[in-house]
């Protein structure tokens, strides 16, 4: 018996560990000894420790068209050729929200180091959540959700009320209130949806916004709008809304700072804990202003 507990454990101790990183937009599968693959010299590294307070040995987090993420502990180092992102990160430099990764450091790499010669723009942020197995991606319900967002031209995503949660919870309450609005035919539902949000009391931006939810997650044609109570049983305890509320807030905390993120992909939405989105890449951002990248020295 104390001889198959032996050999079990040496079993554990010798067989490869696989992790799983987002490689290419793809969740693959690499060995411990592939995360640590690092492209850059020693000399070079050494020189960015010092730059983004980078600490620990660098572990491959995963790669895109455009770079590759290092974690070194608590931060990460993306090695990047995306001038986009680059700018875009550093006009958030230093500021937090709760659904965008934060940025610690951007800069140009020191010329005289060859490697990744396509790749010279260094990034450094916080690192969103502990990544020891690999990215958390978000449930399939968020990534819905995401795709939902991203596919949608409305220009209220950037524009998204604080209080949007609060303003489900009204339109509900309002819905309850007012059966009456039931009773008008309306082949597409929309009059309904706007006559509730206008008894509720809402502003341009608020109806705006609560009416491409609705859209996006229940849609206006349908049972939803048979009556009253089939109307709050779609919307009541629906978790898809906090996931918009979520995303949302974070477009439109970019966009207060010019950055206007048109590659919102489930890849580049991290999951932390059991229901918080952060979005954790903003390449291939259109920027209204101009961040000068300070080479590092």
């Known amino acids: 018996m104390q001889m198959k507990k032996i050999m079990n454990e040496w079993k554990k101790f010798t ?22 693959n690092f492209p850059l010299s020693q000399e070079e590294l050494e020189i960015l420790r010092r730059w983004g307070g980078l600490e620990g040995e660098p572990r491959f987090l995963g790669s895109g068209t455009m770079g590759s993420a290092y974690q070194f502990n608590d931060k990460v180092l993306k090695i990047t050729s995306d001038s986009a992102e680059a700018n875009a990160a550093g006009l958030i430099k230093g500021l937090s929200h709760p659904n965008v990764y934060k940025i610690q450091e951007v800069g140009l790499r020191p010329p005289q180091f060859k490697e990744e010669p396509h790749r010279r723009l260094a990034i450094v942020y916080d690192l969103v959540t502990p990544a020891a197995e690999g990215e958390e991606l978000p449930s399939k319900m ?35 209130e007012h059966p009456e609005v039931f009773e008008t035919e309306d082949p597409d539902n929309s009059k309904k949806i706007q006559k509730i949000m206008q008894l509720a009391g809402f ?49 439109t905390f970019l966009a ?42």
């Open 203 to 251: 502003d341009y931006q608020q109806k705006e916004a609560v009416l491409l939810s609705i859209r996006l997650i229940i849609g206006i044609y349908g049972k939803c709008y048979t009556s009253v109570e089939s109307l709050v049983s779609c919307l009541t305890d629906r978790k898809e809304f906090d996931y918009y509320n979520q995303i949302c807030s974070g477009l």
């Open 15 to 36: 067989e490869v560990r696989i992790y799983k990183r987002i490689v290419l937009n793809e969740l693959v599968e690499v060995t411990q000894e592939e995360l640590k």
């Open 142 to 176: 968020a990534q819905e959700v995401i795709k939902s967002i991203h596919n949608t031209s409305e220009k209220v995503k950037y524009n998204h009320p604080q209080n949007f949660m609060e303003l489900i919870s009204k339109f509900i309450e309002t819905t309850k």
């Open 256 to 297: 207060k700072h010019s950055i206007f993120f048109g590659d919102l992909k489930t890849t580049n939405v991290m999951k932390v804990g059991e229901d918080q989105l952060v979005i954790i890449d903003v390449g291939k951002s259109m920027v209204r202003n101009y961040f000068e990248i300070p080479q590092i020295k």
